[in-house]
């Protein structure tokens, strides 16, 4: 079993658009991220949750929604996508600030 | 935030050599973490290790939190480690920050 998924894993869309990422994990962990790679290689953290609530929030357009039904589930919604919201997402999750284990990732361009 | 710098930024080896990789830190940390990221993107954690010195097969990893910079070791090195080993610590509130990685490439 996969620890954390997410989905989709490649994700080609027009400029404007709206669409969601999904990310689970099944480790029981209580803290979930979505970071952000950009095309040199950089991982930034967009979002933290602990038992569903958003513990921090960069510096991200409001355009990226979080949202945290529960402990194991964190998705992401971006709305009126644009060409500079090319790269890779992942998600990850913690249990509080021990070892962070990363999803696969999900590549997104944006046409 | 804490400032993260890893050194070098990128390293060619010939496959049998060891390495070392460095990651200094501005400021007092709680957590420091090693990743690989392979070529198909995937990151892995290798270790967590925000004080002490912990081995894993043919690599090892070392922090001196007081003296704030972290050293991993790879040795007897293989063509599957290529790929770009970060470095991440935070101080609290759980927001990791990430270095900008060294960039491996092992050639046979």
């Known amino acids: 079993d996969t620890a954390v998924s997410q989905t989709p894993k490649y994700l080609v869309t027009q400029m404007g658009n709206d669409k969601s990422i999904k990310c689970e994990q099944n480790?029981?962990?209580?803290?979930m991220y979505w970071y952000k790679q950009d095309s040199k290689k950089f991982l930034k953290i967009m979002f933290s949750?602990?038992?569903?609530?958003?513990?921090i929030n960069e510096t991200v357009p409001n355009r990226f929604s979080p949202k945290s039904p529960d402990k194991a589930h964190l998705n992401l919604h971006i709305n009126s996508l644009e060409l500079g919201d090319s790269a890779v997402y992942f998600c990850?999750?913690?249990?509080?600030?021990?070892?962070?284990?990363f999803g696969e990732g999900s590549w997104l361009t944006v046409v | 935030g804490i400032q993260v710098e890893q050194s070098p930024p990128d390293l060619i080896l010939q496959e049998g050599a060891n390495s070392t990789l460095r990651c200094n830190f501005s400021?007092?940390?709680?957590?420091l973490q090693w990743f690989h990221q392979n070529p198909w993107g995937q990151l892995i954690n290798l270790f967590y290790?925000?004080?002490g010195t912990k081995q894993n097969g043919r690599l090892s990893a070392t922090t001196v939190a007081t003296e704030r910079y972290s050293l991993l070791y790879i040795s007897s090195s293989q063509t599957t480690d290529s790929g770009v080993y970060f470095c991440?610590?935070?101080?609290?509130?759980?927001?990791?920050?990430f270095g900008i990685g060294t960039k491996l490439q092992v050639i046979p």
């Open positions: 990850a999750s913690s249990q509080g600030l021990n070892t962070i284990y």
């Open positions: 400021d007092s940390v709680n957590n």
């Open positions: 480790l029981g962990h209580d803290t």
């Open positions: 991440a610590v935070a101080g609290g509130y759980q927001k990791v920050t």
């Open positions: 949750y602990n038992n569903k609530e958003l513990i």
């Open positions: 290790i925000p004080s």
